[in-house]
């Protein structure tokens, strides 16, 4: 995928944000910041773009600029010593795929007590933190997403941004 200069202004914006930090704020230990799937030779970020931005810079919707301008920032921190890394694919989101392996979604609407909507299906090695993880993939003027409680791809306009359905994970291939 080819970053264009908006892209690149984003990616300087977004780390110019109050309440933001660089990619390089994040655990140096190698277990930490990456899990190995050996059985797909795929290098996974343990943190998706929500899990980021809540541990090191506060809340921020997900839009596809957005998590964009994350992955150029974790490719110019080289976080794990890599630069590499990009969006994945719907087929590679698959893989990490497990039925209610992941964090419960709660509804914080009930006054008596929060009631658990659903949980997600992200893999325990990975912290993905919402339904939809934006791909590298395009649909005609749409990207293609995952759905990490339905377990399929989904097509989305890339202008959502005010949604907080929208998560993102980066990874890299093994040689």
Request: glycine share 8%; proline share 6%.
């Amino acid at each position: 995928m080819r970053f264009g200069v908006p892209v690149l202004l984003l990616a300087v914006i977004f780390s110019l944000l109050p309440g933001t930090v660089s990619a390089g704020s994040a655990p140096n230990d190698p277990d930490e910041l990456v899990w190995t799937d050996r059985s797909t030779n795929l290098m996974w970020y343990r943190q998706g773009y929500r899990s980021y931005r809540k541990l090191y810079g506060g809340a921020q919707p997900a839009s596809w600029k957005a998590v964009n301008a994350w992955i150029y920032s974790l490719n110019a921190q080289r976080i794990g010593g890599f630069s590499d890394w990009r969006l994945p694919t719907a087929e590679e989101y698959a893989t990490l795929f497990r039925e209610r392996a992941g964090a419960p979604v709660f509804d914080h609407r009930n006054r008596h007590r929060d009631v658990e909507l659903y949980r997600l299906g992200y893999r325990p090695e990975i912290k993905g933190l919402r339904r939809n993880a934006w791909s590298g993939e395009k649909q005609g003027d749409r990207i293609v997403c995952y759905d990490f409680v339905r377990d399929r791809p989904a097509a989305y306009d890339p202008s959502l941004d005010m949604t907080y359905e929208f998560d993102a994970l980066a990874v890299r291939a093994l040689p």
